[in-house]
């Protein structure tokens, strides 16, 4: 079945390659195409299109339907070419012609649009959840490991002295950033296109305030055309925030496959939780966060691939949106599945002494031996010009007593504020 078939057949070759796999996609917004069939049907019997029985009908048969999905055994035969066909044709099967009736006032452009904004709406704040989840346990390990000194790194060189406090608040702080990101994509969805039809509005004396309030959409994206447009720009905020989440755990990710090795040995994971080598016996490879790695950097590429299809397109509707859908959903998927064994993995990390007087951290401290120089009277630079004479010519003894007492440094973490800076 199909929405727009007017009885003539179509070349199986073209409706082959036109539906692709949109089937087994559509599972993923089935749910929502009802609630937004709900809302819908309430709407027309506010206007006098649908009578209180027809109604009646109708919510019943899309709540049946409504349970068929939630128990898994909805399916989208080959004979439909999408959800929404799956849907209209159950729903008149079902209820003869009070089904044909659930059409009425829409078109497929807003249904799938109205379907994919609940899709992303409640994912958004799925994966801002998981995020929070994530964050909490990170400042719960800078607490833990607060006193616990990190060889810090500039151009992978020994620098300046960090621990494994400021480490993990790093990376806590950095997601903070990612929400905000997050709630702008929340935001942009958070806006009702049902009404928009196929993007230039409708005859009929809709009510749109309705559904809004029905779906508990903020606001209404009251522009018609604007509702229609924001198919490839919903896409491209969304993928933005994703891969900016996605960029922090795949750089956190890296410092952790970098700490794991045996030329830093700063931390290590319990054996179950690692993988080992076919051949070479004492391999502890850190799969789970090469495969984070991966996976997050493939997300932080979606953001491509949403602007290269959707970059030029005039306005109006085009079939192009239909390529939208397949890799947004697997995208969300993908990166509720990594901030859960992110979490998962992290609290079980094991944290390392390290022997801060080895000589390979022996030049941690030059930056700590030239301010003393500093506050003792001489310049920075005559400062800097001695400690570096000593490190030539073999001299220089660091000078491990120094407490960092700004914000944020390796003394002063500001954990609470940190914590407290998390949007609510």
């Known amino acids: 079945m199909k929405l727009w078939d007017k009885g003539i057949s179509i070349?199986?070759?073209?409706?082959?390659?036109t539906v692709g796999n949109d089937r087994e996609i559509d599972i993923h917004i089935a749910k929502y195409d009802v609630i937004a069939s709900k809302a819908h049907a309430k709407m027309l019997h506010k206007i006098g299109i649908l009578t209180t029985i027809e109604l009646e009908q109708l919510l019943g048969g899309l709540q049946v339907l409504e349970n068929e999905i939630k128990s898994g055994e909805f399916v989208i035969d080959a004979q439909f070419e999408d959800v929404h066909s799956k849907i209209e044709y159950d729903l008149t099967a079902t209820l003869g012609d009070v089904g044909k009736k659930i059409h009425t006032a829409r078109s497929r452009n807003d249904q799938v649009l109205v379907a994919c904004h609940l899709y992303y709406k409640e994912n958004l704040n799925i994966v801002r959840e998981k995020t929070k989840a994530l964050f909490d346990t990170l400042l719960e390990q800078a607490e833990t490991y607060k006193d616990k000194v990190l060889p810090g790194y500039t151009h992978l060189q020994v620098a300046m002295p960090s621990s494994f406090g400021l480490w993990f608040s790093a990376y806590a702080e950095l997601m903070i950033d990612d929400v905000f990101l997050l709630d702008a994509a929340i935001k942009t969805v958070d806006q009702n296109p049902l009404g928009s039809a196929a993007g230039y509005g409708s005859s009929f004396p809709i009510d749109r305030e309705f559904t809004t309030q029905e779906m508990a959409f903020s606001t209404l994206k009251y522009n018609v055309v604007a509702a229609q447009m924001g198919r490839g720009k919903n896409e491209r905020t969304i993928s933005a925030a994703l891969g900016s989440l996605a960029n922090t755990m795949a750089r956190f990710a890296m410092d952790i496959c970098l700490y794991m090795s045996q030329n830093f040995g700063f931390v290590s994971f319990p054996d179950e939780l690692t993988t080992g080598s076919s051949i070479m016996p004492h391999k502890k490879n850190p799969d789970v966060f090469e495969l984070i790695r991966?996976?997050?950097?493939?997300?932080?590429?979606?953001?491509?691939?949403?602007?290269?299809?959707?970059?030029?397109?005039?306005?109006?509707?085009?079939?192009?949106?239909q390529l939208l859908k397949e890799n947004m959903i697997a995208a969300f998927e993908e990166i509720k599945d990594i901030l859960d064994i992110f979490n998962y993995s992290i609290q079980q990390v094991i944290v390392k002494d390290v022997d801060i007087n080895s000589d390979l951290y022996k030049y941690l401290f030059t930056v700590d031996n030239i301010n003393t120089l500093v506050m003792e009277g001489q310049t920075f630079r005559e400062a800097y010009q001695k400690i570096g004479g000593q490190v030539q010519d073999g001299t220089y003894v660091p000078?491990?007593?120094?407490?960092?007492?700004?914000?944020?440094?390796?003394?002063?973490?500001?954990?609470?504020?940190i914590r407290n800076k998390f949007p609510e």
Do not use: W
């Open 294 to 321: 991966g996976k997050c950097n493939k997300i932080q590429a979606l953001q491509s691939e949403m602007v290269l299809i959707t970059n030029n397109l005039p306005s109006g509707y085009h079939r192009d949106y």
């Open 11 to 17: 070349d199986k070759k073209i409706e082959q390659f």
């Open 399 to 417: 000078d491990m007593s120094k407490h960092h007492t700004h914000e944020g440094s390796i003394h002063n973490l500001c954990l609470d504020k």
